[in-house]
């Protein structure tokens, strides 16, 4: 068992969480970026995830800072609940907000770390008193559509040459 799974273990049982049977299952990824939930044989997606979570820290008055390739749903999210969500890349990050990204998401680790968003998911389950389930229904219903290309270049050269051409991050 690695260690992250050991430190996951303890900190169920101080929860009172027992693995007693199947019907919630945590799956991480090996790069430990992404995470699936299965409750009692419904899937949620990292995306579902990661939106349940911004959308409790927005309905807590808090501003988000998430990855550019979060779903469009959070903002719209935020913006009904006059919250801002900004977004980073590993690549580059717009230079007028850097200083305040950078804030953000220190404090919001979960944003970048499966286990750590693991462990918001049940604080906030334990505090609302609601399953997985009853806090995705709160959001309205949204699919990601992902398509993969190869390209000859960096990803990393092609970000620095937009934003060098003035292009400006999405803030919508």
């Not at 430190?7 to 430990?32: H, Q």
């Not at 950078?102 to 918001?120: C, E, G």
């Amino acid at each position: 068992m690695s260690s992250w799974q050991q430190c996951v273990k303890r900190v169920f049982s101080r929860l009172g969480i027992k693995n007693e049977n199947e019907d919630f299952i945590f799956k991480i990824n090996n790069l430990g970026t992404k995470i699936t939930v299965i409750e009692k044989s419904i899937s949620f997606p990292h995306e579902k995830i990661l939106a349940v979570v911004a959308h409790n820290e927005m309905k807590n008055g808090t501003d988000v800072a998430l990855p550019w390739d979060a779903p469009q749903i959070i903002t719209t999210l935020g913006n009904a609940l006059g919250r801002k969500t900004y977004r980073f890349s590993e690549y580059s990050e717009p230079q007028s907000e850097s200083s305040k990204i950078k804030t953000i998401t220190t404090n919001q680790l979960w944003s970048r770390d499966a286990v750590l968003l693991m462990f918001r998911l049940i604080k906030i389950m334990i505090k609302e008193n609601k399953t997985l389930k009853e806090l995705a229904e709160e959001l309205p219903e949204f699919y990601v559509a992902k398509k993969v290309m190869e390209i000859d270049v960096s990803p990393a050269l092609i970000s620095k040459e937009l934003l060098g051409n003035n292009f400006k991050a999405d803030e919508s």
